[in-house]
């Protein structure tokens, strides 16, 4: 076989690897276009059913040991304000925190605020358990009240996270529509001065944001961690344990509405922002956290198949979402054996076919480089057009260093195999960086 057919061959390899040549230019066209073309209609038909609107806003915010961010992210939450004539209250529960949290929740006095304290052994059963608490605190307060159930909203703010002024605004206009039973909002990141926070906007604010518009079109919207607003009555639908002790509690909360039926909505006109992890051994547990957890969830692979609930192009998106990380993962193995038997084959004078010769092998290498690199430099400049908020130096740079990002995320994904076959699922959470305290509004 030819050296050009050794570099082709190479190239097919790698583009099955990151699905990048033919992916790219289809989310670059959701990113810049959809949004624009679609948004008008979703929500004109919001608008003229109108019959779903909240009247009733809970933000939940889980918080194990948050001392360092827990006051910003409840001042943050404290200064929201939904449409005219709703109510906007807080509820943070306190998973069995032993650091200064609740020290610090108890000097914050507004009467919109509620803290549940749980302790051991009810508490730290992870976030999901968590959540299902303070679910289950709300439905019966509107049960007491007297309030409908699909006029209340449930909306989880990370402790890290900051909701942008306009985020409840938009979500009530969204839900508005009775079909959608969720929101999820975009997300964005705060310290992003930083090379690694920098990636990690990089990604959120144009590469998900794009792959969440392409999700809005085919109704496949998944919910994120951060960000995500329910209706209560979607909620109760599941039964009284929304959410599960998968560790990706969040992506398998939308698969289970996704096959009820339930409409998700995606929006990037309002955000919740995070703190980036900016340690590349936290980093790496966080992305083995989330890898672990979508390996946990292929269990829901065969309902996906037998809904009737989800089409055609739906259930593919939704089966590269789950499919794709452990196929990449496998083509990676196949490529880096090739490429090492083919410089060990060259080196003792018997070259493998697809590498005949070092020139074949330096080619290959080149056009890996190339096709890593290119899709980070679009996704920058993408990143520029619709947000505006970074220079473009540093876009660049984080573009550049976006190939080595994924490769830590590949590297996660071995980490969460392993984990996952030795029946290893307990994780520390992620530590959070201490901010300039943000001043309580009335």
Not at 9 to 36: D, E, H
Request: glycine fraction near 10%; hydrophobic fraction near 50%.
């Amino acid at each position: 076989m030819s050296a050009s057919n050794g570099w082709l061959i190479a190239i097919a390899g790698y583009a099955v690897l990151l699905a990048w040549p033919l992916s790219t230019v289809i989310l670059v066209w959701f990113a810049v276009r959809y949004r624009g073309i679609h948004r008008a209609a979703v929500v004109n038909r919001a608008l003229a059913g109108g019959g779903g609107r909240p009247r009733h806003f809970w933000i939940i915010v889980p918080a194990l040991n948050e001392e360092a961010v827990v006051a910003n992210t409840v001042t943050a939450a404290l200064r929201l304000r939904g449409p005219a004539g709703t109510l906007t209250r807080v509820l943070v529960v306190d998973d069995g925190s032993d650091d200064r949290t609740p020290e610090v929740l108890a000097a914050i006095d507004h009467p919109r605020l509620h803290i549940m304290r749980r302790d051991l052994p009810e508490a730290r059963q992870g976030k999901g358990e968590a959540l299902n608490a303070a679910y289950r605190f709300i439905a019966q307060r509107t049960a007491l009240d007297g309030v409908r159930p699909e006029h209340v909203v449930l909306g989880i703010i990370d402790g890290d996270g900051q909701g942008s002024d306009n985020i409840l605004v938009e979500v009530g206009r969204l839900m508005g529509d009775t079909a959608v039973g969720a929101v999820q909002v975009q997300v964005r990141i705060r310290n992003r001065n930083r090379l690694l926070g920098a990636v990690q906007d990089l990604e959120f604010g144009a590469i998900v944001d794009a792959c969440q518009n392409m999700r809005d079109a085919l109704d496949t919207v998944g919910l994120g961690g951060n960000g995500q607003f329910s209706r209560l009555s979607t909620l109760l639908a599941l039964g009284s344990a929304p959410w599960s002790s998968c560790l990706v509690e969040d992506l398998e909360l939308g698969l289970r509405m996704h096959l009820s039926g339930v409409a998700i909505r995606y929006t990037s006109r309002a955000a919740v922002t995070q703190q980036a992890v900016v340690d590349i051994r936290r980093l790496t547990r966080q992305r083995t956290r989330w890898a672990q957890g979508n390996i946990q969830c292929a269990r829901y692979l065969g309902s996906l198949f037998a809904s009737g609930n989800i089409g055609r192009t739906s259930l593919v998106e939704m089966l590269h979402y789950l499919v794709s990380p452990w196929a990449n993962a496998a083509v990676t193995v196949l490529l880096l054996v090739t490429g090492a038997a083919g410089a060990a084959g060259l080196t003792i004078g018997h070259p493998i076919a697809v590498l005949p010769t070092w020139a074949a092998l330096a080619e290959s290498l080149g056009v890996w480089l190339v096709v890593t690199t290119f899709p980070g430099l679009v996704w920058a400049l993408v990143h520029k057009h619709k947000r505006g908020d970074e220079a473009m130096p540093r876009m660049l740079v984080a573009a550049l260093a976006y190939p080595a990002f994924l490769l830590l995320g590949l590297a996660a994904t071995y980490r969460a195999i392993g984990r996952q076959a030795s029946g290893r699922s307990a994780w520390a959470k992620t530590e959070r960086l201490a901010e300039e305290p943000l001043a309580l509004a009335a």
